[in-house]
């Protein structure tokens, strides 16, 4: 099956500081990645989408200049939280749709953030 | 936009019993209904799904009915297990590049 990995699993910084997190597709090309943010025990809430070579598409009330997200290639997706604060403190997922199977979202293990 | 709601947000069932997990959706366009099996501080996983044009699908101890007049899914986990335990959640889109909408999760406790 397709698999999405991403890094770091979990990151603990100071705030003021920014934290870049990878999305990889590593066994097919996704035309699409999603990014997404859950607090504890409540369901996910879609932040972005990505398409490769273009300029991410952001939900209503996500801040694109504290959230950049840059989509590089066919297999990367990076979410970088600038200028992080204890309130961006979350659980980071990304998925990624597949040309052949665009219904499907393939989720990767999520990323855990902790700004101190 | 689609709106869905699932229920229970708990459900707590003894090795070996049923676990149903029931979810409508608003938008009549929607075709496209995953389910996703979310385990503690990992990322959901497609455990099944099904498409308008089918009312029931079953893959060995999970299965999900569609009742699109209702503008209903459910999912049934039969003969649970303790590994069965996680947070379920349901999807539905409009199928093609269209991004699911997601159901606020049902956190499944399967006691040995």
């Known amino acids: 099956g397709a698999v999405v990995s991403q890094h770091p699993s979990w990151v603990i910084c100071k705030s003021g500081t920014s934290v870049k997190i990878e999305c990889r597709s590593l066994?097919?090309?996704?035309?699409?990645m999603f990014w997404y943010r859950q607090f504890p025990k409540q369901s996910l809430m879609l932040m972005a989408t990505s398409n490769e070579g273009s300029k991410a598409t952001y939900e209503q009330g996500v801040e694109k200049d504290k959230f950049l997200i840059n989509h590089a290639s066919l297999t990367l997706s990076t979410l970088t939280v600038t200028s992080a604060h204890p309130e961006d403190s979350s659980f980071y997922i990304c998925?990624?749709?597949?040309?052949?199977?665009?219904?499907?979202?393939?989720f990767g293990p999520g990323t855990r953030l902790t700004v101190l | 936009g689609e709106n869905v709601e699932q229920h229970p947000s708990t459900l707590s069932v003894q090795e070996g019993d049923s676990a149903v997990i029931k979810c409508t959706y608003s938008d009549s366009a929607s075709n496209y209904f995953p389910w996703y099996k979310q385990e503690l501080g990992k990322g959901p996983q497609l455990i099944i799904d099904i498409r308008s044009n089918v009312g029931e699908k079953k893959d060995q101890r999970i299965a999900v009915t569609l009742n699109k007049t209702a503008k209903h899914f459910s999912l049934h986990i039969t003969e649970t297990q303790p590994e069965d335990s996680a947070v379920y959640f349901c999807?539905?889109?409009?199928?093609?590049?269209?991004?699911?909408?997601f159901g606020r999760g049902t956190s499944l406790i399967v006691h040995p």
């Open positions: 999807a539905a889109s409009l199928g093609g590049s269209y991004i699911p909408t």
């Open positions: 998925s990624a749709q597949t040309g052949t199977s665009p219904n499907e979202q393939f």
């Open positions: 066994d097919f090309q996704a035309t699409t």
